[in-house]
Structures are given as structure tokens and as C-alpha cells.
């Protein structure tokens, strides 16, 4: 499995972008693929999840109301849509996929990940 994220840049607060993460490889039935970001001299933080059959999703608190994410089944490709930003959403944001049904937050829980893309929320 490889995963190709994009999408990242420079915004200003309360400006938006769109995030994507591209799938490759064999099929992701019962697959997770997640979101996870690192601001600088911190740990990788959880930000969303999304199954990949049914496509229920789970965000952390901080991007509730916020952030959505969606998938394209057929192009294998995970969207993260960010809107409302702010400075605190800056930081590298990775996408990852395991394998299972059972919703995980921790990056441990991931087996593959993608090279991730700067966010950046400045004025």
C-alpha cells in the first residue's frame, strides 16, 4: 500500500483547504485511513478517521465543526476538507491506512503512511 498526500499550504485564518490523500495498491475493503498532523517539537496527533466500507467517520474534538472528511471509492482517494482555520492547525499533516473495522486514534495502530504535507496557518 502507498499513500500519496497533497493539498498543503500557506493560509490565513479562517481560510480553507483541501487536503487528499491518493491509495494505491491492493483492494481497501475493511480498511481505515486516517489523518494525523505534527506541529513542530510535538507529538503526531489523531485528526480524523474514516472506514473505508460505509465510510463512517470519527474527528477529534479540536476539528469538530470544522473539518469533514470524505473518500472517492473509485479513485482510492481520502479528502480531508479544513475549514475555519486556525494557527493551532499548523503542523505537517500525514495520511495512513490500516487494516480492521475497529476505529483507531493512536499512529501505532497504522501500518502504512504517506510522506505527509505542510499546513500552514498564518497572517
Known amino acids: 500500500v502507498q499513500l500519496q498526500a497533497s493539498g498543503g499550504g500557506l493560509v490565513q485564518p479562517g481560510g480553507s483547504l483541501r487536503l487528499s490523500c491518493a491509495a494505491s495498491?491492493?483492494?481497501?475493503?475493511?480498511?481505515?485511513m486516517a489523518w494525523f498532523r505534527q506541529a513542530p517539537g510535538k507529538e503526531r496527533d489523531f485528526v480524523a478517521s474514516?472506514?473505508?466500507?460505509?465510510?463512517?467517520?470519527k474527528l477529534a474534538d479540536s476539528v469538530k465543526g470544522r473539518f469533514s472528511l470524505t473518500k472517492d471509492s473509485a479513485k482510492k482517494t481520502m479528502y480531508l476538507q479544513m475549514n475555519s482555520l486556525k494557527p493551532e492547525d499548523t503542523g505537517v499533516y500525514y495520511c495512513?491506512?490500516?487494516?480492521?473495522?475497529?476505529?483507531?486514534?493512536?499512529?501505532?495502530?497504522?501500518?502504512?503512511w504517506g510522506q505527509g504535507t505542510l499546513v500552514t496557518v498564518s497572517s
Open positions: 495512513a491506512a490500516r487494516y480492521g473495522s475497529i476505529t483507531r486514534s493512536y499512529p501505532t495502530d497504522y501500518s502504512y
Open positions: 495498491g491492493r483492494s481497501f475493503s475493511n480498511h481505515q
Open positions: 474514516i472506514k473505508w466500507d460505509g465510510g463512517s467517520t
